[in-house]
């Protein structure tokens, strides 16, 4: 069987593709490491009065909810990548068993 998937896409389309994908994860990537200094990054982006609200329900609700989002981007970029054709399906091992003689 073929992957017609991959044929039909038309290459500006794959670059799009990837790009967005490479795009989101990085996304994902500066936003996992961003929790090392969370409320300079929150205040960066402007949501730091949100987030401390957000805190006063439970202090880890910031840190859950920034990784909740850090996970969509990471999905959505590994789709992206898919459908660009830059990830391949890994490929199943075959067990092999012995089998019996008969006699």
Same mark, same amino acid.
């Given at each position: 069987?073929?992957?017609?998937?991959?044929?039909?896409?038309? +290459?500006?389309?794959?670059? *799009?593709?990837?790009?967005?994908?490479?795009?989101? #994860?990085?996304? /994902? @990537?500066?936003?996992?490491? !961003?929790?090392?200094?969370?409320?300079?990054?929150?205040?960066?982006?402007?949501?730091?009065?949100?987030?401390?609200? +957000?805190?006063?329900?439970? *202090?880890?609700?910031?840190?859950?909810?920034?990784? #909740?989002?850090? /996970? @969509?981007?990471?999905?959505? !970029?590994?789709?992206?990548?898919?459908?660009?054709?830059?990830?391949?399906?890994?490929?199943?091992?075959?067990?092999?068993?012995?089998?019996?003689?008969?006699?």
């Amino acid at each position: 069987m073929t992957d017609h998937t991959a044929q039909h896409i038309k +290459l500006p389309a794959r670059r *799009a593709l990837s790009a967005a994908g490479w795009a989101n #994860i990085s996304i /994902a @990537a500066v936003q996992g490491i !961003g929790l090392i200094w969370a409320w300079s990054m929150f205040r960066a982006v402007g949501i730091e009065e949100d987030m401390r609200e +957000l805190a006063t329900q439970g *202090a880890a609700l910031p840190y859950i909810l920034t990784l #909740i989002t850090c /996970a @969509a981007f990471a999905v959505f !970029g590994l789709y992206g990548l898919s459908g660009a054709a830059d990830l391949r399906r890994p490929r199943a091992r075959r067990v092999r068993t012995r089998r019996r003689l008969r006699r």
